[in-house]
């Protein structure tokens, strides 16, 4: 019998625990069967021949650079990492990175100021996105907008579980996604146009070509989007029409084998429309307005080989975020709210990778940062520095253990010196079992809007001061005598620049399996302890009976569970993957609470109260306990035809804590679990004509009270000219 | 002892040379202290958004709004403001003080419970969510009492109650619709009054 199977079937049974859908449930295993069946057969055609390890191993041997800021094997990567390939992408029809990165295993997509992603429960304020190495800007409330980033000229994606401080600083406490996109290759180009529901038209071209020492890539893409509403009783959309554009080019030029030079330059621009009511006292008016946004980068690389040994990278990277809104009063055009928001981020960086011995890796750097924000909520245009030194030695010990241990140092303009150490290793107990861990820490600097943000909410009366304008906007508030009463002591309210930043220290340890040939999985268990969470507080009420609120450092969190993945090579042509998260997240001081008796809960049928025990606390909210998926690929290059089919679970999680006891408990509002499936197949005609049509949610789920941004069934074709190419 | 029947005429002997002490010791005490029962007041109806309605612990009722001006009141409730009979808010010397902790648990009113009153800089019980005894849903717009929320009371002429609050619409049920706005606005609590003027409450 064949252990992948059996594997897979218990991963099956578990995550049909969690459907609730018979029907599913009957597709679900019918999937298994003819998943077992195409199996059977694929053993039959094998039989008395050696079966290769080929493609789990190819899987091993896909280079990554995210990890480890050199190019690695994934296999040989003491963490946890996940390459998501462009081939892979095209073949899920994707076409923004939130749909890409929702599908993986242990990635939540969440909504707060846009569409973020959770990585081991972790806020999507704690991951880093960057694009080939460096940082996308640009987070509101601290969500970077996934869907600002087009996939058609990705080459894979690559995701770094666990802190990654060490190398890249500030920002990576739960993780590193690295988009890595094409490089001048050959002569090719395509032109791709696709329509979907909800008028959703995308259409792409790109051109590469590499002659000799120069090469050229180009890319566009424009997405335009109609938007959906849940509530057509009601005034405006759930979702309002959009459109972007994008465009990429990376110009190369190799002067020698020994000095490369690379000049990558990236452009964005998007405008959304939007209408609503609004209510005050009673009287209710219609808005109307436009957003925009446009952020653009540069980035200039040169590589210089000094020696077979010492390879050095210069990098300059630039980047500006720029959004702009309107909006006005139907009635008589008169301004209701005008605000923009102006970011740049300047970095000049020098990273040198040296073998002082065959076996042994030394990556060692440093660089500076230079940010500023400017924006209506902001008093004047605000400045961060930072510059910072990094170092890494990587270990070959024998040809079964790898050790690497690295840090970095950072220093702040405001907050001073942060270190973060990391130390990983991997060792190979069996051929086909290693077994590896890593102990690192990671931080996140307090941001423009916890330092600076000044902001009064005119119509709700409300304020929310940053640390450095609390005492300030405290004061002005006393000055007019609109200070009813304090909420903190007084030398709370008059520190300045005195948030920490927030810092984690995470474990992770874990198995990787190739247990039989094609077969291949992992299983990591992680614990991330963090401390100087920064909220908000209430530090003052105001004598209108609203607050002003201020940012500390107040909370602490864990984050822990388990992530295993399991992938197994069917047949030449199909592939079958499996992955699951199981994560238990808490806030730490509701459970020193709970355990001092401080947290209640009532029981809403006999209305009795009693203290909250730690069995009835189900942790931070938005986490779902359990999550997992369950995806198909297919592949015939004879043929022509590829295909997936992928479903993706979420389990239940909190949305409110309903009865405000401070914990989620059963009885607060939850979101139910829901599976979603999407399906996509395409066929390529002559190596010329590609044509794809999928089906996203196929089963059309919807909770249009709870999630407004899964909006129902999206039915797609799409067409392909692949113009030229080079084989 | 060999003997069952002595040996069972001797134990009932100690059993009952016990019960008879300890019916003297009793007898010794004053005053027995009978327990207090916890009385669960249901749908109190405080739907009016201009009238506050009235409740007198002695009474265990609501009064007449006639009586609003009188020390006959101790805590008066209008949708989601209570009040009490003190301050700005009428003539008698109740009084606040907001415990957390478990209805059956506090059972007397410790000398570090410190009270309050409605006066003009605000009134006893705040009626902003979270901060007072409920918390509102601003997407469901429940009103939930929040859990382990004691009002220790003292009512208008100085004797002393204790109040939770259990629900705020009608027939407390378990998972209210904020929609039926005709059954929003009814108070159901559970209370302990002591008429002796002691600051026992159990």
């Known amino acids: 019998m064949c252990e992948c199977l059996s594997k897979f079937v218990m991963f099956g049974i578990s995550l049909n625990k969690l459907m609730k859908r018979p029907r599913l449930c009957l597709l679900f295993f019918g999937s298994l069967i003819s998943v077992y069946t195409s199996w059977a057969q694929s053993q039959k055609a094998t039989e008395g021949k050696k079966v290769s390890n080929m493609d789990s191993i190819q899987q091993l041997q896909e280079v990554v650079v995210t990890a480890t800021r050199s190019e690695h094997q994934l296999g040989a990567l003491p963490m946890p990492v996940t390459v998501v390939s462009g081939k892979q992408i095209q073949k899920m029809g994707s076409l923004r990175l939130n749909d890409v990165l929702q599908e993986q295993t242990g990635l939540m997509p969440v909504t707060n100021h846009g569409n973020g992603i959770q990585i081991q429960g972790f806020d999507p304020d704690y991951t880093l996105i960057l694009v080939d190495g460096e940082p996308l800007i640009g987070r509101t409330s601290g969500t970077l907008e996934l869907s600002r980033v087009a996939v058609g000229n990705i080459k894979q994606i690559e995701i770094v579980k666990g802190p990654a401080s060490s190398l890249y600083g500030s920002e990576a406490l739960a993780g590193v996604i690295n988009i890595i996109t094409e490089k001048p290759e050959g002569l090719k180009g395509s032109l791709k146009g696709r329509y979907g529901t909800n008028e959703t038209i995308d259409l792409t071209g790109d051109f590469s070509y590499k002659y000799r020492k120069l090469g050229v890539y180009a890319f566009v893409n424009r997405y335009h989007t109609g938007g959906y509403d849940f509530t057509p009783a009601e005034y405006?959309?759930?979702?309002?029409?959009?459109?972007?554009?994008?465009?990429?080019?990376?110009?190369?030029?190799?002067?020698s084998e020994k000095v490369k030079l690379s000049l990558s330059g990236r452009y964005f621009t998007e405008s959304q429309t939007s209408a609503s009511v609004i209510s005050l006292e009673g009287a209710s008016d219609t808005i109307s307005g436009t957003g925009k946004v446009t952020d653009w980068n540069i980035n200039p690389t040169l590589t210089v080989k000094f020696a077979s040994r010492f390879k050095t990278n210069f990098r300059l990277y630039a980047s500006r975020y720029h959004t702009s809104s309107l909006l006005s009063y139907e009635k008589d055009n008169s301004v209701y709210d005008e605000t923009f928001f102006t970011q740049t981020f300047l970095r000049p960086e020098v990273i040198a990778e040296f073998s002082p011995a065959k076996k042994q890796t030394i990556t060692f750097g440093g660089g500076g940062t230079s940010e500023s924000v400017y924006a209506t909520r902001y008093t004047s245009k605000k400045h961060f520095s930072t510059v910072y030194?990094?170092?890494?030695?990587?270990?070959?010990?024998?040809?079964?253990?790898?050790?690497?241990?690295?840090?970095?140092?950072?220093?702040?303009?405001?907050?001073?010196?942060?270190?973060?150490?990391?130390?990983?290793?991997?060792?190979?107990?069996?051929?086909?079992?290693?077994?590896?861990?890593?102990?690192?820490?990671?931080?996140?600097?307090?941001?423009?809007?916890?330092?600076?943000?000044?902001?009064?909410?005119?119509?709700?009366?409300?304020?929310?001061?940053?640390?450095?304008e609390q005492k300030a906007g405290i004061d002005t508030y006393e000055a007019l005598g609109q200070i009813a009463r304090y909420l903190v002591d007084s030398t709370l309210l008059n520190q300045t620049g005195r948030l920490k930043a927030e810092r984690s220290v995470a474990y992770n340890a874990g198995f990787k399996i190739t247990p039989i040939p094609r077969v291949m999985g992992n299983i990591n268990f992680f614990r991330n302890n963090i401390q100087n969470l920064i909220n908000t507080r209430p530090?003052?009420?105001?004598?209108?009976?609203?607050?002003?609120?201020?940012?500390?450092?107040?909370?602490?969190?864990?984050?822990?569970?388990?992530?295993?993945?399991?992938?197994?090579?069917?047949?030449?042509?199909?592939?079958?993957?499996?992955?699951?998260?199981?994560?238990y997240a808490y806030d730490q001081d509701v459970l020193d609470q709970i355990a001092e008796g401080k947290i209640y809960i009532r029981d809403p049928k006999t209305l009795k109260t009693s203290r909250m025990k730690k069995s009835q606390y189900g942790g931070l909210l938005n986490r779902s306990r359990h999550s997992g998926n369950v995806k198909f690929f297919y592949e015939d290059s004879k043929t022509g035809i590829s295909g997936s089919l992928r479903g993706i679970y979420r389990g239940k999680y909190g949305l409110t804590d309903t009865d405000g006891n401070g914990a989620l408990n059963e009885g607060d509002e939850y979101v139910k679990g829901y599976m979603?499936?999407?399906?996509?197949?395409?066929?390529?005609?002559?190596?010329m004509l590609i044509v794809q049509a999928g089906i996203d949610n196929l089963f059309n789920f919807q909770n249009t009270a709870q999630i407004t941004t899964i909006p129902g069934r999206i039915v797609y074709a799409s067409l392909q000219f692949v113009l030229a190419k080079n084989q | 002892m060999k003997n069952p029947i002595v040996a069972s005429s001797l134990l009932l002997l100690v059993i009952f040379s016990l019960i008879f002490s300890s019916c003297n010791n009793d007898d010794d005490d004053p005053t027995p202290a009978a327990p207090l029962e916890a009385t669960t007041f249901k749908d109190l109806n405080a739907t009016s958004a201009k009238l506050y309605t009235f409740f007198s612990f002695s009474k265990g009722d609501t009064i007449s709004r006639a009586d609003s001006a009188t020390n006959k009141w101790d805590i008066a409730f209008m949708s989601t403001k209570v009040i009490f009979n003190s301050?700005?808010?009428?003539?008698?010397?109740?009084?606040?003080?907001?415990?957390?902790?478990?209805?059956?648990?506090?059972?007397?009113?410790?000398?570090?419970?410190?009270?309050?009153?409605?006066?003009?800089?605000?009134?006893?019980?705040?009626?902003?969510?979270?901060?007072?005894?409920?918390?509102?849903?601003?997407?469901?717009?429940?009103?939930?009492?929040?859990?382990?929320?004691?009002?220790?009371?003292?009512?208008?002429?100085?004797?002393?109650?204790?109040?939770?609050?259990?629900?705020?619409?009608?027939?407390?049920?378990?998972?209210?619709?904020a929609t039926k706005t005709e059954e929003t606005g009814f108070y159901t609590f559970r209370y302990i009054y002591q008429p002796d003027g002691t600051k026992t409450l159990e």
């Open chain 1, 539 to 583: 530090l003052a009420e105001k004598t209108n009976g609203q607050y002003i609120y201020g940012y500390q450092n107040i909370s602490r969190a864990v984050m822990q569970g388990i992530e295993t993945d399991w992938t197994c090579q069917l047949n030449k042509h199909l592939s079958v993957s499996a992955g699951y998260q199981l994560l």
């Open chain 1, 676 to 687: 979603l499936w999407n399906i996509a197949m395409a066929k390529t005609f002559r190596k």
């Open chain 1, 389 to 468: 030194g990094l170092s890494q030695y990587e270990w070959l010990v024998n040809k079964d253990l790898t050790l690497i241990a690295g840090g970095r140092f950072d220093h702040h303009s405001l907050y001073g010196g942060q270190i973060s150490p990391k130390l990983s290793g991997q060792y190979e107990i069996l051929p086909w079992l290693a077994f590896r861990a890593s102990l690192g820490t990671g931080f996140k600097a307090p941001d423009f809007r916890q330092v600076y943000l000044n902001f009064t909410n005119s119509t709700v009366g409300y304020s929310v001061f940053g640390i450095e």
């Open chain 2, 87 to 177: 301050g700005i808010s009428g003539p008698g010397n109740a009084a606040l003080s907001l415990q957390n902790g478990v209805f059956d648990e506090i059972t007397v009113v410790s000398d570090t419970m410190t009270f309050k009153q409605d006066s003009q800089s605000g009134l006893a019980l705040t009626k902003l969510s979270d901060k007072g005894w409920y918390n509102y849903n601003g997407e469901t717009h429940i009103i939930t009492p929040l859990p382990g929320k004691v009002l220790v009371i003292r009512t208008a002429d100085g004797k002393y109650a204790k109040v939770e609050i259990l629900s705020f619409y009608k027939g407390a049920p378990a998972s209210p619709d």
């Open chain 1, 236 to 255: 405006g959309n759930t979702v309002d029409p959009f459109t972007n554009y994008t465009y990429n080019t990376k110009l190369t030029y190799d002067f």
